[in-house]
């Protein structure tokens, strides 16, 4: 009898410890995944907010399609017969660089449009 009342508090023992390492374990998996999991969520928030940011900045630079002086300044030098960069820097005493950089701003509210088609809608009356 006593026997078995040894094997029986050894198994039991055994399930016990079992029990407890199996517990331990996954406490010890489960809180770095709980913390890699909440380091993933703000990285995840900080992109989103970072992406809202960009974009609300790019809408304001828009300014709802609105060209500025400067840039109705470069599609009228377009208008005029100047198509390359340097003939239209000349004129309005800026970079060529500058020129590019407006047509760039131009291109972003009127969308992939070449400059001829730019040219024409200037002579139109319809460019903002």
């Known amino acids: 009898m006593t026997y ?3 094997n029986y508090d050894q198994a039991t023992e055994q399930k016990v410890s079992k029990l407890y390492w199996d517990k331990m374990l996954k406490k010890i998996i489960e ?3 709980e913390i890699i999991r909440s380091i993933v969520n703000n990285i995840i928030a900080k ?7 960009a974009i609300a900045a790019e809408n ?3 300014k709802n399609g609105k060209l500025t002086r400067r840039e109705r300044d470069v599609l009228k030098q377009l208008s005029l017969g100047k198509h390359k960069n340097d003939a239209i820097a000349k004129a309005l005493k800026l970079s060529s660089r ?4 407006h047509f760039e701003n131009i291109r972003k509210k009127y969308g992939k449009i070449s400059r001829k088609e730019l040219a024409a809608l200037v002579k139109n009356g319809n460019a903002k």
């Open 60 to 62: 304001k630079k828009k």
């Open 31 to 33: 809180k770095p995944l």
């Open 47 to 53: 992109c989103i907010k970072i992406e809202k940011a």
């Open 98 to 101: 500058t020129v590019e950089m």
């Open 4 to 6: 078995m009342s040894v």
